[in-house]
Nanobody, 129 residues
Framework: QVQLAESGGGLVQAGDSLRLSCAASGRTLSDRVTGWFRQAPGKEREFVAAISRAGEKYYADSVKGRFTISRDNAKNTASLQMNSLEPGDTAVYYC???????????????????????WGQGTQVAVSS
């Protein structure tokens, strides 16, 4: 079983950047899909970004071009670089890992919350205007 711990959240102004990290223990992230989701107050949790075993990267339309997901296999971590932050990005951000998967994963799989077996506790990101 993999355990996940997010860090890097905080309060920033619109236009600023933040880098979220997800540290994994117990199992390697390199043989599964790692995803980032977020939940804003009063809203349902939504997909943000994901990276497959093959390194394919997927993004929600709302963050494409501003956010970048990456994975460091040596450190067993995943990161989400968030640039040009907007007040609409304010949310609790969660890292999630799927069970061990095939090398390639399609968009339908990585964007579905039910594909992920393990979730971190979340880290708060607040963007002021």
């Amino acid at each position: 079983q993999v355990q996940l711990a997010e860090s890097g959240g905080g309060l920033v102004q619109a236009g600023d950047s933040l880098r979220l990290s997800c540290a994994a223990s117990g199992r390697t992230l390199s043989d599964r899909v790692t995803g980032w989701f977020r939940q804003a107050p009063g809203k349902e949790r939504e997909f943000v970004a994901a990276i497959s075993r093959a390194g394919e990267k997927y993004y929600a339309d709302s963050v494409k071009g501003r956010f970048t997901i990456s994975r460091d296999n040596a450190k067993n971590t995943a990161s989400l670089q968030m640039n040009s932050l907007e007040p609409g990005d304010t949310a609790v951000y969660y890292c999630a890992a799927s069970p061990r998967t095939a090398f390639f994963a399609g968009r339908d799989y990585v964007t579905s919350q039910s594909s992920y077996a393990t979730w971190g506790q979340g880290t708060q990101v607040a963007v002021s205007s």
